[in-house]
């Protein structure tokens, strides 16, 4: 009996072991070592340039599907996430399965490719999928550990995948984002470049100039480095950050952006690098708080 308990236990060892990611990030060496027990999604915006060169066996994901169009109030939303059915439909058919660890990564070439990865991440953690992370600094560090990248495309087999119950603990709806004015307690923070936030330029999507009134700046584009790939700074940057936006880590912070695609990687470095649980995400963002007149919009600085 008791040789049977120990071959039991050796058995279900390894498999204890290969359920648990090593945190919201990994490198291109643990990826190197674990490659064959993990699912890779390579986030895109030309799947062209994934057919050319990417990491062997990963599977790419057009960034433009991630998203759906949804009527909300009788407004249309066209960059809204996508609801419980059309999520798991979607990732079945990029052969996320039930068990699968999930490591989503990208081009590595800008700080645009990984907010795809970031929104992609954040709708996994939306549906209640924990074993999901991050490639930090996406097929560069496939590269920088010395790992080739490919042309063979792999076939794709269908996974059995499962959202579960709605996490509205990360996602912000317009009400909250009107409460947020008048509290003192709750920190708008815009995403954006300066020169949106400012009201010089605007996307075509989004209805008026600026942004909501109180709004501290913290552009995406400061998390990563300027120059040189996508790899996430430590946490003492991303602290004297906030400081430096006068942004209070112990508020309740509600990111926003044009439509919630580039404030994913705002949350994923307040929420999963710095381990600040009072942060969310507001969905469809400027372009759904811009179609509604009485929701206030201006040019100025925060004083």
């Not at 049977?4 to 279900?12: E, G, N, Q, R, T």
């Not at 960034?63 to 996508?82: A, H, L």
């Not at 942004?211 to 480095?225: A, D, E, N, T, W």
Request: glycine share 8%.
């Amino acid at each position: 009996m008791k040789r049977i308990l120990l071959l039991m236990l050796f058995a279900i060892a390894p498999l204890s072991a290969r359920a648990t990611l090593p945190g919201p990030l990994v490198d291109g060496e643990w990826l190197v070592e674990n490659r064959d027990e993990v699912h890779v999604l390579d986030v895109r915006k030309d799947i062209t340039s994934f057919e050319a060169a990417h990491i062997p066996g990963s599977i790419p994901v057009d960034v433009s599907q991630i998203r759906i169009e949804r009527e909300i109030d009788g407004k249309t939303m066209t960059r809204m996430r996508p609801d419980p059915a059309s999520f798991e439909r979607f990732m079945r058919a990029h052969g996320v399965a039930a068990d699968s660890r999930v490591v989503i990564t990208h081009a590595g070439e800008h700080p645009g490719q990984l907010a795809g990865a970031a929104r992609l991440y954040w709708q996994f953690k939306y549906y209640g999928f924990d074993q999901v992370a991050l490639l930090d600094g996406g097929n560069r560090a496939w590269v920088d550990a010395l790992e080739e990248l490919t042309d063979n495309a792999d076939p794709v087999t269908p996974g059995d995948y499962r959202a579960g119950g709605e996490d509205r603990a990360i996602l912000a709806d317009m009400a909250q984002v009107r409460k947020a004015l008048g509290d003192d307690g709750i920190t708008l923070i815009d995403t954006r470049e300066l020169r949106y936030h400012v009201g010089l330029e605007q996307k075509d999507y989004v209805f008026a100039r600026g942004h909501i009134p109180g709004s501290r700046s913290m552009p995406y584009k400061f998390l990563v480095p300027a120059k040189g790939g996508t790899r996430f700074f430590d946490r003492d940057y991303y602290l004297e950050l906030l400081e430096a936006m006068r942004i209070d880590p112990d508020d309740e912070l509600i990111v926003y952006c044009n439509s919630a695609y580039e404030a994913s990687t705002n949350w994923f470095v307040l929420h999963e690098i710095l381990g600040m649980e009072k942060v969310r995400i507001y969905d469809a963002s400027l372009h759904q708080w811009t179609q509604y007149p009485s929701n206030p919009m201006t040019t100025r600085l925060t004083d």
